[in-house]
């Protein structure tokens, strides 16, 4: 995997984070268990590939496997 394309994906982490807070904000305003749920799982994914170094070990774990 290029350096650019772990960079273009950390960057879609960071949009990730921006969408769920705005979800979560969403159901504090309306209640509404989408925005929760959606939220919970945008912010999942930032925790898990903020860090290039994260999905490097992911791949090189997949390349282990086969």
Not at 3 to 22: F, H, P, R
Not at 29 to 42: A, C, H, P, R, V
């Amino acid at each position: 995997m290029s350096k650019e394309k772990i960079k273009d994906l950390s960057t879609v982490a960071w949009l990730n984070l921006v969408i769920g807070i705005y979800n979560l904000y969403c159901f504090s305003i309306g209640y509404l268990w989408f925005n929760l749920i959606i939220g919970i799982l945008n912010v999942g994914v930032w925790v898990f590939f903020r860090k290039p170094e994260t999905i490097l070990l992911l791949e090189s774990i997949k390349k282990n496997k086969s």
